[in-house]
């Protein structure tokens, strides 16, 4: 099955509003990162989180290991915060770099 | 700053061609180059690592063939054929090999359409 999951598929805001976007896995844990992609833009590294809570600027990346989750917060969305969120966790099983299917932000001016 | 530069960055490929894409490392302190592909329905799967040059690997997957060549610690290249569904390739590169603690970083993307 899916070692990455994230939820929700799809989010539409209102400009200010905060999101809390998830990613859950079901494999052992070497590394985690966060990354936003443009529509029709390459992939931006937003967080390399392997564990605990790192923060920049709006956004904040959480890392539970032990509950096998990572989690972004956007706190006052922006219409540019609009895009694809992927996480993508690499296996210490298996040296690969696995992504999740990603999260579908939209903010609404 | 631009870690890679990849081209082209956009191809139409009639039925049956194969194509040929290029990645060039802008800063060698990342030399674990990699091949990755997005579907349509834009989920990202790795395909390939690749670290000294020599080093090739092939790889079939539902809708394209894939050969994978490291021809210098600089350039990395990927032929694909026999595809039959567009994606779009993205080379990336990174400090230590996948799965190690280390960031990845992401070309610009070779998006394919098929004619």
């Known amino acids: 099955g899916q070692q990455v999951q994230q939820s929700p598929a799809s989010l539409v805001l209102q400009e200010g509003e905060n999101a809390e976007l998830q990613c859950n896995f079901s494999t052992s844990l070497n590394s985690m990162q966060w990354f936003y992609q443009r529509p029709g833009g390459s992939l931006v590294s937003l967080f390399y989180?392997?564990?605990g809570t790192k923060h920049s600027g709006r956004l904040t990346s959480t890392t539970v290991i032990k509950e096998r989750r990572s989690s972004l917060h956007i706190s006052s969305s922006q219409t540019t915060d609009s895009g694809t969120y992927l996480c993508?966790?690499?296996?210490?099983?298996?040296?690969?770099?696995?992504f999740g299917t990603g999260t579908r932000l939209q903010v609404l001016p | 700053v631009t870690l890679l530069e990849q081209n082209p960055r956009w191809r139409l490929v009639p039925r049956g061609q194969a194509v040929n894409l290029r990645c060039i490392l802008k800063?060698?302190?990342?030399?674990?180059m990699s091949w990755y592909q997005q579907d349509l329905q834009k989920q990202l799967q790795w395909l390939f690592t690749?670290?000294?040059?020599?080093?090739?690997?092939v790889k079939s997957l539902p809708g394209a063939d894939y050969l994978a060549t490291r021809v210098t610690d600089t350039e990395l290249r990927l032929q694909v054929a026999n595809m039959s569904q567009g994606r779009t390739l993205y080379c990336t590169c990174s400090a230590e090999r996948q799965g190690a603690s280390e960031r990845l970083f992401f070309g610009h993307g070779t998006k394919l359409s098929v004619l």
């Open positions: 989180n392997p564990s």
């Open positions: 993508a966790l690499a296996s210490s099983n298996t040296n690969k770099v696995v």
């Open positions: 690749l670290r000294s040059p020599g080093d090739k690997e």
């Open positions: 800063n060698s302190q990342y030399p674990w």
